[in-house]
């Protein structure tokens, strides 16, 4: 990144400082320069450590104890139980292995749909928002902007009521004589779904053979089984409330683009799309990366909705990890297991935002390397 | 040089930081020893409810004035949105209310952790409650808290369906040969003959009157995979293949009172709940309601209750103990019978609301058959997963759904040990 690079200039020229300064005052200089660097940084720290990385450190500990919620969980006498908790979930035949095997096959269909698609979708309405030729234009912002400052409890609750099985989205989709399904009563996968309403697999076993082996508990009809209506619906209403602040940070970046970059590809004569592939995309790549890893992490632990929509119903198809975790601690009285679940979410969460962050790495590298001292 | 000084230097102060914070917290955060005792002088109590709406709240809130007037304590009662959580957060907190609702689902896992105060043999009158709600809130052969109330389940009827169907009262379901005709002759255009919820806390009814139930009666070994369950689940399959009987999601309803009174339903089953709900959201549909049907081994029916716990950890044990004997008194139970329709716990009471709520009669007598509901710790996600399980019992198989039950459950049975 060229913001690193330019970070380090500073420092990097300190300690190229005349060997003769160094070696009047060696020391004490030292000394003084880092301590008041500690007394500069030390609010920062103390307010990181004491709610952040104490808090951390505490959840990992007590995701290794068997932990009601109801004692002192850092007093000799817990019921340390080791690896046990992470054992059950991803070792251990069981419920519990099943829920969270469970929680993660729903929540890597919603990621795998949402986040693309409220990316490409933000994309979208900030390149319509950002012609200067379009009308209005600052009200399209607004409207676009709208869902994602609503509360996402009433966003869910209306949806509720648009996607009942008399809803207004199945009077809609009446006019047009399609059937809607009962949206969030309905736990069928959609590939099982549309491959049996083609005739493909049999409707009342999908699967076939696939249904008798498995992994983590869970076979790979159901592995395979595509998220459930329930959960499209879900996607859908997470696309619509999250698009408006993507947008609004691709708006952001995109009036950062120096005009005389597009008037240059003009001058080469390139039309839209080549201008959107070569010119605006390269310029955009550190947003996209940045609304792909904010997608990335909060699609991962997505739990308003669930908790409002369903818990989990219908058929545990809408369970997520970060639900699961939160109804392991308090309805089950298991915060060991709740713990335990939030730090594999985290073990899931990190190496995506490495792998994203190694797919989207600058590429040419040496130039720009040469650019940033240019300009540092 | 310079990184690995720092990050020693950051350790350090995690470390030492760490140690203050765990510290403190052994100190005062989470204190295990008992608490010290206030008995003089004026007492202020929090009672924390989770309310089933405003006339709750208000009866509620009234009965602890008075309480407080007449002993000169103060009390504030605070409304949980989320029970479960509030009291979690407040017991890990060290700073549980002083009285609050316990839900039988949760009573296991409070008892288990030490968070309740087993006030039972403090209440010299504890046998005129309900024995069946007693053991319920029983952990380790003693009453830890005393039922604030108690709902069966029933069989409500939607009268003037039925009479359209060309059917009599005479014809009211006693058993399940005559619950399956019934509703195959109501079941037509927009109503379907029997509406409830895929929960056992509906289904487990049948299960009890095939002579089946999830586990045995003292709660030590899983009985889900039983002959007896299994007729049950095949006995609501087949009417659901029928068409006669629907879940209240596949209607368009949130639960059994919601079909029955938008008149999708011709027959629900639920608890003395209906009755509030039915006089404020449906107060022109007519209805009645009858014992449930008895099934192969007899009649059947379930109880539900919450108990009023007292916290381990509360200040003033013995303040709250004496609210909770006004609370639980025979007049303060009829009191909140009158004012939010529940049924109260204690037996003589229970008696005078049968004779002022003669429509409430098969609640009433439902007490006398009626299950306890399962209280073990840790069985929350069993549960519920059943309830998961009976969501699909249309395309799943009873045996399979039973099957899964009985190794979940017990699997928590065998870590319990």
């Known amino acids: 990144m060229p913001d690193s690079a330019l970070l380090g200039t500073p420092a990097a020229a300190g300690s190229h400082r005349p060997a003769a300064a160094t070696r009047r005052r060696p020391v004490r200089d030292r000394i003084r320069q880092g301590a008041w660097g500690w007394l500069f940084v030390t609010p920062m720290v103390l307010v990181l450590g004491l709610f952040m990385a104490l808090p951390i450190l505490m959840a990992l500990w007590v995701s290794l104890l068997h932990w009601d919620g109801q004692s002192n969980p850092f007093t000799g006498n817990v019921d340390f139980v080791g690896l046990r908790n992470y054992r059950d979930l991803i070792g251990t035949d069981g419920l519990t292995r099943t829920l969270f095997a469970t929680s993660l096959r729903n929540t890597a269909y919603y990621v795998l749909l949402t986040v693309p698609l409220q990316t490409v979708l933000a994309l979208g309405l900030a390149i319509a928002v950002n012609q200067r030729l379009l009308r209005g234009r600052g009200a399209a912002r607004t409207v676009f902007y709208f869902p994602s400052v609503t509360s996402s409890i009433a966003v869910s609750t209306v949806f509720l009521f648009l996607f009942q099985g008399s809803g207004s989205v199945n009077r809609m989709l009446s006019w047009v004589g399609v059937k809607g399904p009962n949206w969030f009563a309905d736990p069928r996968g959609v590939v099982w779904l549309v491959l049996g309403n083609l005739g493909i697999t049999d409707r009342d076993h999908p699967g076939g053979a696939l249904a008798r082996h498995g992994v983590l508990g869970l076979s790979w009809a159901d592995w395979f089984s595509g998220p459930s209506v329930a959960m499209c619906t879900l996607i859908l209403l997470s696309v619509w409330t999250t698009s408006g602040t993507f947008m609004l940070i691709f708006l952001a970046a995109l009036q950062g683009i120096p005009r005389t970059l597009e008037e240059a590809a003009a001058l080469d004569g390139v039309n839209r799309r080549q201008l959107l592939r070569h010119v605006t995309l390269p310029a955009l790549r550190p947003v996209l990366f940045l609304v792909l890893t904010l997608g990335l992490i909060a699609t991962w632990q997505v739990f308003d909705q669930v908790y409002v929509m369903g818990k989990g119903a219908p058929g545990n198809t809408t369970l997520t990890p970060a639900y699961l975790s939160y109804s392991s601690g308090f309805d089950n009285a298991d915060f060991g297991h709740g713990a335990a679940i939030a730090f594999l979410l985290l073990a899931i969460i990190l190496p995506l935002a490495g792998l994203q962050r190694w797919v989207l790495r600058e590429r040419g590298t040496k130039r720009t390397r040469k650019g940033a001292r240019a300009r540092g | ?417």
């Not at chain 2, 009291?87 to 896992?109: C, E, R, T």
């Not at chain 2, 039915?278 to 009858?290: E, G, I, N, W």
Request: glycine share 10%; with cysteine.
């Open chain 2, 1 to 417: 040089m310079p990184t690995s000084r720092t990050l020693g230097a950051a350790t350090a102060a995690c470390a030492a930081v760490l140690l203050a914070v765990t510290g403190c917290s052994s100190n005062s955060g989470f204190d295990s020893s008992a608490p010290k005792q206030s008995s003089s002088g004026p007492q202020s109590l929090s009672v924390m409810i989770a309310t089933s709406g405003d006339a709750e709240t208000a009866a509620v809130k009234e009965a602890t004035a008075a309480w407080a007037q007449q002993t000169g304590n103060k009390v504030t009662v605070q409304l949980a949105s989320d029970i479960n959580q509030q009291l979690g957060q407040a017991f890990a907190g060290n700073k549980p209310p002083d009285v609050f609702y316990v839900n039988s689902d949760q009573f296991a896992n409070y008892a288990k952790g030490g968070s309740l105060y087993a006030y039972g043999d403090q209440i010299s009158d504890a046998s005129a409650f309900s024995s069946t709600l007693r053991d319920s809130f029983s952990y380790n052969g003693k009453l830890v808290c005393l039922p604030k109330d108690s709902s069966t389940l029933g069989l409500a009827i939607n009268t003037t369906l039925w009479k359209q169907a060309g059917l009599t009262a005479a014809d009211y379901p006693t058993t399940w040969d005559q619950l399956a005709k019934d509703a195959a002759k109501l079941t037509k255009g927009g109503v379907t003959g029997l509406v409830t919820t895929p929960d056992y806390q509906r289904l487990g009814a049948l299960m009890k009157e095939a002579g089946g139930w999830i586990t045995n009666s003292d709660q030590t070994t899983m009985t889900a995979d039983s002959a007896a369950n299994k007729q049950a689940l095949d006995f609501v399959k087949s009417m659901m293949a029928k068409g006669s009987l629907k879940y209240a999601s596949d209607v368009d309803a949130g639960w059994g009172g919601e079909a029955l009174g938008k008149k999708k339903a011709a027959m629900t089953i639920e608890g003395n709940w209906l009755s509030g709900a039915m006089k404020a959201d449906f107060p022109s549909v007519d209805y009645t309601v009858v014992p449930l049907p008895a099934g192969p081994a007899g009649k059947g029916t379930l109880v539900f209750s919450n108990c009023w716990g007292v916290a381990a950890k509360s200040g003033h044990q013995k303040a709250a103990v004496d609210l909770v004997r006004y609370l639980t008194s025979a007049k303060q139970q009829l009191a909140f019978g009158d004012a939010f329709g529940v049924m109260p716990s204690r037996t003589d009471a229970l008696a005078s609301y049968a004779q002022k709520y003669p429509d409430a009669k098969a609640w009433v007598e439902g007490i006398d058959y009626a299950q306890r509901p399962v209280t073990i710790a840790g069985f929350n996600q069993v549960l519920t997963q059943f309830n998961t399980d009976l969501q699909s019992l249309r395309s799943t198989s009873p045996a399979q759904i039973l099957g899964s039950l009985q190794r979940n459950g017990g699997q928590v049975l065998g870590n319990a040990r």
